[in-house]
């Protein structure tokens, strides 16, 4: 999910450019909250992306600037916490940046919304770039799992222009381009040089889609958070890059239908279904997602999903489910003759839990709130940033050709593999994660937050047999693993916030002889530090 760098033509730009002092020349400041990756829920700390006054909360998607996977999830809005409407303002208020054009019910407007980054990583271990993601510890055996490695890093730096429209016909309308630089790069250092992955790194689009909404359904249509899991309305607060380890985290491009039902009564229930890229292009059906909230909106707690954008959200509970289809080339030599065709699903269940609850988002004297899911499913380690390293095995060569012949597959690693028969076969998983957020008393402006995921596949060491044709990949595939972090956040100023954070990381490679009880058990202790300055 990594576009290039859209390059405008020097017309193109001035042009651009013109209009800009235009819009500035009629720009109101606004005080409704800036777009954030927190999604609706019917409070007013949590509206979407701009809209219309008249404009009602939506279940999905999150709102505007809405998590290889690689970057942090959390919001990127002009204010690190929006007064909500009637509260008074307070340290923490900021004007978003928006510029519009027209009055009333006939204004157009745009708004500017994002952060500058910088971090400073060091580990144990080589086993990281400067995002953790789904990449494993380096074994003990190796060298890379013996040295240590020092990162500084801007790749999360993140711009986006969420945009609201007229209502016209009943139809509100609003749309959101956002993207950061955690591009597609070509390679990794050491296959690209260090000064071009960390210092000129490739601009991606994170989110980029418009919503429809409407008195009886919602629809969105273009890329961003998954309905599966409900994301990112149960992220967790961290400094260390969205997604964590074992935690469900995917943006997708997707056509999502939603209605919100009470939303101005003690429970308001989001009901949502979409239709999402597949995740295999050949299974030539898209992937089926649908979901369920339950909200309570007089119960509200402080939450930063990620580690900028503080909202209060209400207490709620999520489930959601998803079902796909793989039609995976035949496990022979080309050229390709067959498929096998096998189903994936997933089911999660979320949890946001105010223990202290607040106000609204400017109520952080003394706030604690829990956050948690539960994970199950089978072909979805693309959507929860897990995967083990599984691959396929080499093809049989009982003919000794030389060189050997090649399979070639036409879906992504990890999600599928054959056994000894050349059956197709899903990879289960299991995962949860569990986080804390404690919002310090009186006027410390101290967040602290930690946070612990584990996954598990339970028939990687059935399809990966010891001994059979696949124990040339027992040394480079785990079915467990685990994380956990804690974190300091100060803010600074209304726009900069500082933070520090201590993570570990764990795998369990599968059974290999050479180890007292069969299992390697590396690990990486990860420190970080971070400045955000968010406008």
């Given at each position: 999910?990594?576009?290039?760098?859209?390059?405008?033509?020097?017309?193109?730009?001035?042009?651009?450019?013109?209009?800009?002092?235009?819009?500035?020349?009629?720009?109101?400041?606004?005080?409704?909250?800036?777009?954030?990756?927190?999604?609706?829920?019917?409070?007013?700390?949590?509206?979407?992306?701009?809209?219309?006054?008249?404009?009602?909360?939506?279940?999905?998607?999150?709102?505007?600037?809405?998590?290889?996977?690689?970057?942090?999830?959390?919001?990127?809005?002009?204010?690190?916490?929006?007064?909500?409407?009637?509260?008074?303002?307070?340290?923490?208020?900021?004007?978003?940046?928006?510029?519009?054009?027209?009055?009333?019910?006939?204004?157009?407007?745009?708004?500017?919304?994002?952060?500058?980054?910088?971090?400073?990583?060091?580990?144990?271990?080589?086993?990281?770039?400067?995002?953790?993601?789904?990449?494993?510890?380096?074994?003990?055996?190796?060298?890379?799992?013996?040295?240590?490695?020092?990162?500084?890093?801007?790749?999360?730096?993140?711009?986006?222009?969420?945009?609201?429209?007229?209502?016209?016909?009943?139809?509100?309308?609003?749309?959101?381009?956002?993207?950061?630089?955690?591009?597609?790069?070509?390679?990794?250092?050491?296959?690209?040089?260090?000064?071009?992955?960390?210092?000129?790194?490739?601009?991606r689009i994170r989110h980029a889609y418009l919503?429809?909404?409407?008195?009886?359904?919602?629809?969105?249509?273009?890329?961003?958070?998954?309905?599966?899991?409900?994301?990112?309305?149960?992220?967790?607060?961290?400094?260390?890059?969205?997604?964590?380890?074992?935690?469900?985290?995917?943006?997708?491009?997707?056509?999502?239908?939603?209605?919100?039902?009470?939303?101005?009564?003690?429970?308001?229930?989001?009901?949502?279904?979409?239709?999402?890229?597949?995740?295999?292009?050949?299974?030539?059906?898209?992937?089926?997602?649908?979901?369920?909230?339950?909200?309570?909106?007089?119960?509200?707690?402080?939450?930063?999903?990620?580690?900028?954008?503080?909202?209060?959200?209400?207490?709620?509970?999520?489930?959601?489910?998803?079902?796909?289809?793989?039609?995976?080339?035949?496990?022979?030599?080309?050229?390709?003759?067959?498929?096998?065709?096998?189903?994936?699903?997933?089911?999660s269940v979320d949890a946001l839990i105010p223990?202290?609850?607040?106000?609204?988002?400017?109520?952080?004297?003394?706030?604690?709130?829990?956050?948690?899911?539960?994970?199950?499913?089978?072909?979805?380690?693309?959507?929860?940033?897990?995967?083990?390293?599984?691959?396929?095995?080499?093809?049989?060569?009982?003919?000794?050709?030389?060189?050997?012949?090649?399979?070639?597959?036409?879906?992504?690693?990890?999600?599928?593999?054959?056994?000894?028969?050349?059956?197709?076969?899903?990879?289960?998983?299991?995962?949860?994660?569990?986080?804390?957020?404690?919002?310090?008393?009186?006027?410390?402006?101290?967040?602290?937050?930690?946070?612990?995921?584990?996954?598990?596949?339970?028939?990687?060491?059935?399809?990966?047999?010891?001994?059979?044709?696949?124990?040339?990949?027992?040394?480079?595939?785990?079915?467990?693993?685990?994380?956990?972090?804690?974190?300091?956040?100060?803010?600074?100023?209304?726009?900069?916030?500082?933070?520090?954070?201590?993570?570990?990381?764990?795998?369990?490679?599968?059974?290999?002889?050479?180890?007292?009880?069969?299992?390697?058990?590396?690990?990486?202790?990860?420190?970080?530090?971070?400045?955000?300055?968010?406008?």
């Amino acid at each position: 999910m990594t576009p290039m760098i859209d390059r405008s033509m020097p017309g193109a730009r001035r042009s651009l450019a013109i209009a800009a002092f235009a819009l500035l020349g009629s720009t109101t400041t606004a005080r409704a909250q800036q777009p954030s990756d927190a999604p609706p829920s019917g409070s007013p700390e949590a509206q979407p992306a701009p809209a219309p006054p008249e404009a009602a909360p939506t279940p999905a998607p999150p709102p505007a600037a809405p998590p290889a996977d690689l970057s942090k999830g959390g919001p990127a809005p002009a204010t690190l916490a929006a007064t909500a409407e009637g509260a008074p303002a307070s340290w923490y208020t900021r004007a978003p940046l928006t510029v519009g054009v027209g009055e009333g019910a006939q204004r157009w407007t745009v708004t500017f919304f994002g952060f500058v980054e910088a971090d400073y990583i060091a580990d144990t271990t080589r086993s990281y770039n400067d995002a953790i993601g789904s990449a494993l510890v380096a074994r003990n055996d190796t060298y890379q799992g013996t040295v240590g490695r020092t990162q500084f890093s801007m790749r999360n730096t993140r711009l986006g222009m969420a945009f609201s429209a007229p209502t016209m016909g009943g139809i509100r309308t609003s749309a959101v381009l956002e993207g950061d630089f955690f591009g597609n790069q070509p390679a990794s250092p050491p296959n690209i040089s260090e000064s071009s992955y960390y210092d000129s790194p490739t601009f991606r689009i994170r989110h980029a889609y418009l919503k429809l909404q409407t008195d009886i359904v919602d629809v969105v249509a273009g890329q961003t958070y998954d309905l599966f899991g409900w994301q990112n309305y149960f992220f967790p607060c961290t400094a260390e890059f969205l997604g964590l380890p074992n935690m469900v985290f995917s943006r997708d491009p997707q056509l999502r239908i939603s209605k919100t039902i009470g939303a101005d009564g003690p429970i308001s229930v989001d009901i949502a279904v979409a239709a999402v890229r597949p995740g295999q292009r050949d299974s030539q059906v898209p992937d089926g997602e649908g979901g369920l909230r339950l909200s309570f909106p007089g119960w509200k707690g402080i939450t930063t999903p990620g580690n900028v954008g503080t909202v209060a959200m209400p207490l709620s509970i999520g489930v959601s489910g998803l079902v796909r289809q793989f039609k995976v080339d035949a496990f022979t030599p080309p050229p390709t003759q067959t498929s096998n065709r096998v189903m994936g699903w997933g089911f999660s269940v979320d949890a946001l839990i105010p223990v202290i609850p607040a106000t609204n988002a400017n109520d952080r004297n003394n706030r604690l709130t829990l956050t948690g899911s539960f994970v199950m499913g089978t072909g979805i380690a693309d959507l929860m940033n897990t995967g083990g390293g599984a691959r396929f095995p080499t093809l049989p060569n009982p003919a000794q050709q030389n060189p050997p012949p090649v399979y070639t597959g036409d879906v992504d690693n990890g999600l599928v593999t054959f056994d000894t028969q050349g059956v197709l076969h899903t990879i289960n998983w299991y995962a949860f994660k569990a986080g804390l957020q404690y919002y310090l008393p009186g006027d410390t402006r101290l967040i602290f937050s930690a946070n612990y995921t584990q996954s598990h596949s339970n028939n990687m060491n059935k399809l990966f047999l010891a001994g059979g044709a696949e124990i040339e990949l027992l040394g480079t595939i785990a079915d467990t693993s685990r994380y956990a972090d804690a974190n300091l956040f100060f803010d600074l100023t209304p726009s900069v916030r500082l933070g520090i954070s201590g993570q570990y990381t764990e795998v369990e490679y599968l059974a290999q002889p050479q180890f007292a009880d069969g299992i390697e058990k590396p690990h990486n202790i990860r420190g970080m530090g971070q400045a955000v300055y968010v406008f």
